[in-house]
């Protein structure tokens, strides 16, 4: 497998060609973002911490039955996966009010959300990533209906799975963010990565946040943070 050309830069992640033509390799990088990448910063050890923390809940999620991008860990800083046409809606699910919650509702952080929600936001930088509803995912052409019913189950049963999982760690699975996209035969899989960057973990007990809030709010420890939440799940970086 030769690592090819580069496909696409995100603000933490990089995309290569592989010289199979149906397998992308993600570089993580250390770089850490925060509000549209307007604070940005280099953090030793995040891009191998988050690629095997990744690895490690991908390999989770995919023997309790839920298909992932995820082929293999290659290094420190990279994985294989497969390629897929991503979808782009991202999709958040949320057991305890927090973030964007509670600035665009007034609520309080930490009110537990009893049906937990379910939303959707288009992936565009310019705009901000807007929150979206499944009607103008349809009209817009970004996914059909069927698909964002599968998508919507996909992400409560990634809940289902990781909330126990996070629990038996003394941890509390906030919120998350999902991202999906088509394999070759059109089918819905679970891509992108699932890392301490992309959901929210408190102290069940003490509340003290363990993602990249620390970032966000400048709380320091951040990837100290994320390798203690890696070896509360059985995971040791
Ligand atoms: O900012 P907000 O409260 O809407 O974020 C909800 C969850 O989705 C958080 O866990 C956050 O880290 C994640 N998220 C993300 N990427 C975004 C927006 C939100 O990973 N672009």
Redesign the pocket.
Known sequence: MQKGEELYRGKAKTVFHTSDENKLILEFRNDTSAFDGEKIEQLARKGEVNNKFNHYIMQHLEAAGVKTQVEALLSDNESLVKKLDMIPV?C?V?NYA??????RLGVEEGTELKPQTF?L?L?NDALH?PMVNETHAIAFGWASQDQLEQMKALTFKVNDILVPLFKQGGMLL????LEFGLDTNGNIVLGDEFTP????LWDAETKKKL???RFRQGLGLVVESYIEVAERIGLSL
Request: charged share 55%.
């Open positions: 991202e958040v949320r927090a973030g964007s919650l509670c600035r939303e936001f992936k990533d906030v919120d998350f963010k960057d992309g959901c929210r993602d990249k809030d």
